[in-house]
């Protein structure tokens, strides 16, 4: 058990000092950020000069929609479905064969070393930004679920890349594919509008697909009320659905990864 | 008689860390086509096409000795050295390593070999090699006494010191090596696997990686590596194992190589007059340079040198004359091409 | 590189930047076609990124409500306009973003700057990206349905919006000059894209609900706008006053672009890169 303790923290701390290094390409965020967050003011303030409310958020609301999921996103995103796709296509996965670690278990410790570095460098200035620039009221409606959902949403988000990664064991020449797999999973997690704006029959289905649990559901159980398909649920269902949710995302992982090791070891060939 | 027979063969048999037997692979590969129809087609129907990378090698190998894998490109010596790491499953045969089954018991088994290869960098980029080890020991499970005497002699043995706590990429790639060649010891493996280990290296980062791979063999740690360059053959291997065409074509010491040319001089002769040198058994020629100078190959099983000096002699006079081994280099050619 | 021979480089001024414009493309489209069915997908995946802007405004209004002043057409038009625009711009002249970034890191600009030809042009020319044809295509259809569900454009306002839209894909040309004037000094900076699409958004909406003060920031002193939204008002015949001052500031633009990059050349092969 130390031992797997010491590889995470060993791993933890290569990654937050391999990313200390770009130092400067992290502080991007803290300008491209608050841009996008100004053309959503701006674009909401124009939808909603002349009526209260758009599909149940009133300007206010909207304008926290936006504002906390890139919060949330700067403490759960992660390259690990980049990384891994970089380690398989260039052959360096090799050498994680040839050592005594398990990749996801390495993987997962590197995404906490960069994330750390993140909530530092990410979080708290655009955290800091929102509250005094653009005067959010940024106090999630109850602490403790919360930083639960936002716990399983990082693990969420890990899975989900890293799953997107192993396909790079089929698909050698992908490039576009996984690109796409990324754009797909931002709509369908609420990035670019809230799920509820989606024509009812569409959001009936994002219920089910594991892309609402990365982002939209943290969000809402920071905002205090969940709704979809027209379902309002309690945030503890919600949140005890996301960990659901995370379960069976991690099975799919490792059945996914089972076979993608097979077809690099090449069994049965 | 018998009884001494079965001790000797017992101890030999303690000794042998590695065994292979009748190992084979076959890879299957598509042939997909360029034009958009053909790779339209061959979403649904691949044509497979398949390749024998091994067909039936059978080795031994003991504890420290020190074997170079030879053989051209796509012969089958990086397939062997993946099944031997367990990265890569046979088609078929038995290999045990150190008692394991490398690609059944794969995670138990790595924490005991070491490996690198080629340009596949375990170092992370960004930061200093020194905070790489330290992951490698987290990984390993190196007690920390242990760890610290370990990097102390490697770093003192490849002089590096100096070197460990600047960014990777600000390193040369001498520099690189020899800290790739750290992490991959610092667990005191007790086979090391290493695929093209000078490739690219100057003279100098040569020498010093060569030095320290003695070094490590000779405190007792089996070395198994794959190489093009016959600098690593002549200064390192005691043991060849040359592969063709997914069969093992020379399997025997250095010397043993040797032996094959042993027999065969190589001969640039200037003469004041132009001489012919056909017809005459025991002599080759490699090259005509002009009338007067030639390079030739003379097999002293069927000329003596000084057979050969006479008949020189009686058709006109040498100017000047150089004799010299045939080097390794011909030999692996010849051992290539068969 | 062996395509571009010293014949090429012969010609007069302005000749010889076409001329090696287009064999700059044609020299992409074969390399680029040996694998068809990666551009056709990759093109299709590019285009898919620019929808999402176009799938939010046909969302909010699909909702009940709108952008005060413009109706679901007029603004699809911009964002058409923005996706044509973009996609030219992108696929013509945006290689010398990463072409720049790519030789500094690698230590390979010295090559380009062994060519008898403008630094800057080599870079855009032998980075040209087809994959873009597929964000123009699209470009085209959705500001072809917008058009179709519009009052037909008089002649003026078609002249009006050519004008305009040569000065949007300036603009363009503009920021990607700086971006990889940039990348000399901030060597290995692949965020400086995230930064460009980002102030970029301000052009793909009318202009008319940004508060007074950005709205002057916008279009006249950084031309956000010209973009896509003043041609496409233009073309509307929306436009609002003020079209020509952004106008001039697009032409300063270009010209303070070209300063900024010589400049920025001049240090880093001074300093021996």
């Known amino acids: 058990m130390i031992k797997t303790f010491n590889v995470l923290?060993?791993?933890?701390?290569?990654?937050?000092?391999?990313?200390?290094?770009?130092?400067?390409?992290?502080?991007?965020?803290?300008?491209?950020?608050?841009?996008?967050?100004?053309?959503?003011?701006?674009?909401?303030?124009?939808?909603?000069?002349?009526?209260?409310?758009?599909?149940g958020f009133t300007l206010e609301q909207i304008l926290m929609y936006y504002g906390i999921t890139m919060l949330v996103n700067y403490c759960i995103m992660d390259f690990a479905g980049w990384n891994l796709q970089m380690l398989i296509h260039t052959g360096k996965f090799l050498t994680f064969m040839l050592r005594p670690v398990n990749h996801k278990y390495f993987a997962f410790s590197q995404k906490i070393g960069h994330r750390l570095l993140g909530f530092c460098l990410e979080f708290i200035p655009v955290y800091l930004l929102f509250c005094f620039v653009f005067r959010l009221n940024l106090v999630p409606d109850n602490f403790i679920w919360t930083l639960i959902s936002v716990i399983l949403g990082f693990v969420m988000?890990?899975?989900?890349?890293?799953?997107?990664?192993?396909?790079?064991?089929?698909?050698?020449?992908?490039?576009?594919?996984?690109?796409?797999?990324?754009?797909?999973?931002?709509?369908?997690?609420?990035?670019?509008?809230?799920?509820?704006?989606?024509?009812?029959?569409?959001?009936?289905?994002?219920?089910?697909?594991?892309?609402?649990?990365?982002?939209?559901?943290?969000?809402?159980?920071?905002?205090?009320?969940?709704?979809?398909?027209?379902?309002?649920?309690?945030?503890?269902?919600?949140?005890?659905?996301?960990?659901?949710?995370?379960?069976?995302?991690?099975?799919?992982?490792?059945?996914l990864w089972k076979l993608g090791i097979k077809k690099f070891s090449g069994v049965g060939a | 008689?018998?009884?001494?027979?079965?001790?000797?063969?017992?101890?030999?048999?303690?000794?042998?860390?590695?065994?292979?037997?009748?190992?084979?692979?076959?890879?299957?590969?598509?042939?997909?086509?360029?034009?958009?129809?053909?790779?339209?087609?061959?979403?649904?129907?691949?044509?497979?096409?398949?390749?024998?990378?091994?067909?039936?090698?059978?080795?031994?190998?003991?504890?420290?000795?020190?074997?170079?894998?030879?053989?051209?490109?796509?012969?089958?010596?990086?397939?062997?050295?993946?099944?031997?790491?367990?990265?890569?499953?046979?088609?078929?045969?038995?290999?045990?390593?150190?008692?394991?089954v490398p690609w059944k018991e794969r995670k138990k088994y790595v924490a005991h070999i070491g490996a690198v290869f080629g340009q596949k960098s375990q170092l992370i980029w960004d930061i200093p090699p020194l905070d790489s080890f330290c992951l490698n020991r987290a990984i390993y499970s190196i007690p920390n006494a242990d760890f610290k005497a370990n990097l102390d002699s490697?770093?003192?043995?490849?002089?590096?010191?100096?070197?460990?706590?600047?960014?990777?990429?600000?390193?040369?790639?001498?520099?690189?090596?020899?800290?790739?060649?750290?992490?991959?010891?610092?667990?005191?493996?007790?086979v090391v696997f290493l695929d093209e280990p000078t490739i690219g290296l100057d003279v100098i980062a040569k020498d010093s990686i060569r030095k320290f791979i003695q070094n490590m063999n000779s405190t007792g740690?089996?070395?198994?590596?794959?190489?093009?360059?016959?600098?690593?053959?002549?200064?390192?291997?005691?043991?060849?194992?040359?592969?063709?065409?997914?069969?093992?074509?020379?399997?025997?010491?250095?010397?043993?190589?040797?032996?094959?040319?042993?027999?065969?001089?190589?001969?640039?002769?200037?003469?004041?007059?132009?001489?012919?040198?056909?017809?005459e058994d025991g002599i080759t020629m490699i090259r005509q340079i002009s009338p007067y100078e030639a390079e030739l190959g003379l097999d002293v099983s069927k000329m003596k040198i000084n057979e050969f000096i006479n008949m020189i002699n009686m058709n006109g006079q040498i100017a000047d004359i150089s004799i010299r081994e045939v080097p390794i280099e011909e030999v692996i050619k010849e051992l290539y091409v068969k | 590189m062996e395509a571009w021979n010293k014949e090429v480089f012969r010609g007069g001024s302005m000749i010889r930047f076409v001329k090696l414009h287009i064999m700059g493309v044609k020299i992409a489209f074969a390399s680029r076609m040996v694998y068809r069915a990666d551009f056709l997908l990759s093109s299709f995946i590019t285009l898919l990124g620019d929808l999402i802007i176009p799938l939010i405004t046909f969302l909010i209004y699909t909702s009940g409500a709108s952008f005060p002043g413009w109706n679901i057409y007029e603004v699809l038009l911009i964002q058409g306009i923005f996706m044509i625009s973009r996609g030219i711009a992108n696929m013509f002249f945006f290689g010398t973003v990463w072409n720049t970034l790519s030789s500094v890191r690698e230590g390979t600009f010295d090559l380009i700057l062994l060519r008898p030809h403008s630094t800057l042009h080599m870079t855009m020319i032998t980075a040209i990206s087809c994959d873009d044809?597929?964000?123009?295509?699209?470009?085209?259809?959705?500001?072809?349905?917008?058009?179709?569900?519009?009052?037909?454009?008089?002649?003026?306002?078609?002249?009006g919006f050519i004008f305009f839209f040569i000065v949007s894909l300036m603009v363009l040309v503009s920021f990607a000059i700086i971006m990889s004037a940039t990348v000399f000094k901030w060597v290995g900076n692949s965020r400086v894209y995230e930064i460009f699409d980002a102030i970029t958004i301000f052009g793909q909406y009318p202009a008319t609900i940004f508060s007074k003060g950005f709205n002057i920031l916008v279009t006249w002193v950084i031309p956000i706008t010209m973009i896509a939204f003043i041609p496409a008002s233009v073309l509307l015949g929306k436009a609002a006053r003020g079209i020509y001052i952004a106008a001039l500031s697009s032409v300063v633009l270009f010209v303070m672009s070209l300063v900024i990059w010589h400049l920025m050349q001049k240090k880093y092969t001074s300093v021996g890169g």
């Open chain 3, 133 to 159: 044809l597929g964000v123009i295509a699209g470009g085209i259809l959705i500001s072809g349905i917008a058009l179709y569900n519009l009052p037909a454009p008089g002649i003026i306002n078609i002249l």
């Open chain 2, 221 to 279: 740690t089996t070395f198994i590596l794959t190489t093009h360059d016959l600098g690593d053959v002549e200064q390192l291997a005691k043991r060849v194992i040359v592969i063709n065409k997914g069969e093992i074509v020379f399997d025997d010491e250095l010397k043993g190589l040797r032996r094959h040319i042993e027999n065969r001089k190589i001969i640039r002769i200037t003469t004041r007059e132009p001489v012919s040198y056909f017809g």
């Open chain 2, 1 to 100: 008689m018998a009884f001494n027979a079965e001790k000797i063969h017992q101890r030999r048999r303690i000794k042998v860390i590695i065994k292979v037997q009748n190992l084979k692979k076959t890879y299957k590969t598509y042939n997909r086509g360029n034009s958009f129809a053909e790779s339209v087609k061959s979403l649904f129907h691949r044509k497979v096409i398949n390749v024998n990378a091994l067909k039936g090698i059978d080795f031994t190998i003991e504890k420290g000795e020190l074997v170079a894998l030879l053989g051209p490109n796509g012969a089958g010596k990086s397939t062997a050295l993946k099944i031997l790491t367990g990265v890569l499953y046979p088609t078929s045969g038995d290999v045990s390593v150190m008692g394991y």
């Open chain 2, 154 to 190: 490697m770093v003192e043995m490849l002089d590096v010191g100096s070197i460990i706590k600047k960014p990777t990429r600000q390193l040369s790639l001498g520099e690189r090596m020899k800290c790739e060649f750290i992490m991959a010891i610092l667990h005191k493996p007790k």
């Open chain 1, 9 to 55: 923290k060993a791993t933890a701390f290569v990654t937050y000092k391999e990313w200390a290094a770009y130092r400067s390409h992290m502080l991007v965020s803290v300008f491209v950020g608050p841009i996008y967050f100004l053309v959503q003011y701006f674009i909401w303030s124009a939808v909603l000069k002349h009526q209260e409310t758009i599909n």
């Open chain 1, 157 to 255: 988000m890990f899975l989900v890349n890293y799953t997107i990664g192993i396909t790079s064991f089929w698909l050698i020449r992908t490039g576009g594919i996984s690109r796409m797999f990324l754009l797909i999973r931002d709509i369908f997690a609420g990035v670019f509008i809230p799920l509820s704006f989606f024509p009812e029959t569409m959001q009936k289905i994002l219920f089910y697909l594991p892309f609402q649990y990365i982002s939209y559901v943290p969000v809402r159980v920071f905002l205090g009320s969940y709704e979809l398909a027209g379902k309002s649920y309690e945030i503890s269902y919600i949140v005890f659905l996301q960990f659901v949710a995370v379960i069976v995302m991690l099975l799919i992982s490792e059945v």
